[in-house]
């Protein structure tokens, strides 16, 4: 098994800037891809932003390209979510998933095993 923990997470005025981390242990091999999701109270759980174990690809939801960086550090098993620009809609629990490979689209909740216990980011207008 791969626990996953994130960190980071806050209260920030529009604008403003958070990162947020996810720092994987266990069976390392099954985060091998990783993602940041999040939910907002009363709706569904969406894609943010996924990275493959290598860097070589990094996807981003639409509504943050250009304002939310992806990164991972392998050697310290973790991975970053940069936000900049944070915008009021951006509030919402964020949740680090992870797999050792995926078994479908890189933006389903379904093509990842294992996740994190969330973490809250608060955006004020």
């Known amino acids: 098994q791969v626990q996953l923990v994130e960190s980071g997470g806050g209260s920030v005025q529009a604008g403003g800037s958070l990162r947020v981390s996810c720092a994987a242990s266990?069976?390392?091999?099954?985060?091998?891809?990783m993602a940041w999701f999040r939910q907002a109270p009363g709706t569904d759980r969406t894609f943010v932003a996924g990275?493959?174990?290598?860097?070589?690809?990094?996807y981003y939801a639409d509504s943050v390209k250009g304002r939310f960086t992806l990164s991972r550090d392998n050697a310290k098993n973790t991975v970053y979510l940069q936000m900049n620009s944070l915008k009021p809609e951006d509030t919402a629990v964020y949740y680090c998933?992870?797999?050792?490979?995926?078994?479908?689209?890189?933006?389903?909740?379904?093509?990842?095993?294992?996740w994190g216990q969330g973490t809250q980011v608060t955006v004020s207008s």
């Open positions: 266990g069976r390392t091999f099954s985060s091998r891809y």
């Open positions: 998933a992870a797999n050792s490979y995926l078994s479908g689209r890189y933006d389903y909740t379904t093509s990842y095993a294992h």
């Open positions: 990275i493959t174990v290598s860097s070589s690809s990094t």
